[in-house]
């Protein structure tokens, strides 16, 4: 969730087009990386009908405003259900025992988040080093 959304999209208005694009091809540089990361960290149940499946789901998708992106796993069940969140957070069977979670997803983000911001504010300070 972003704080002060408004000021945020304000800010980003004013930004030139030049640093915006600068931006962008850093933004999804990063979530085709976090994508593959997280790849990399998703279990795969080689009973499922389709082993590999939740590994197979997770990729990036344009965000709802201007340089966002979204990473997801929306791997469904036969029955439709998207479960990723029930593997990263563990869940209850039909018969009440507790299946424990295999976090995979965000202790992935959580780790590359520092070096995400870094370079993108590199990125930023480069495009407008740039303009001048």
Not at 13 to 21: E, N, Y
Not at 101 to 117: H, K, L, S
């Amino acid at each position: 969730m972003v704080r002060n959304l408004g000021t945020v999209l304000q800010r980003i208005a004013r930004v030139p087009t030049a640093v915006k694009r600068a931006l962008e091809s850093q933004l999804d540089k990063e979530a085709d990386d976090l994508v593959s990361a997280i790849k990399a960290n998703a279990p795969v149940a080689p009973q499922d009908s389709t082993p590999g499946q939740l590994r197979n789901s997770v990729h990036k998708e344009p965000g709802r405003r201007e340089l966002m992106r979204r990473v997801i796993a929306d791997a469904k069940d036969k029955d439709g259900h998207v479960y990723a969140s029930n593997v990263e957070h563990g869940h209850r069977t039909e018969s009440g025992s507790h299946v424990a979670g295999v976090p995979f997803f965000f202790p992935t983000y959580r780790a590359r988040r520092a070096g995400i911001r870094r370079r993108m504010s590199k990125a930023a300070r480069d495009a407008i080093k740039a303009l001048t």
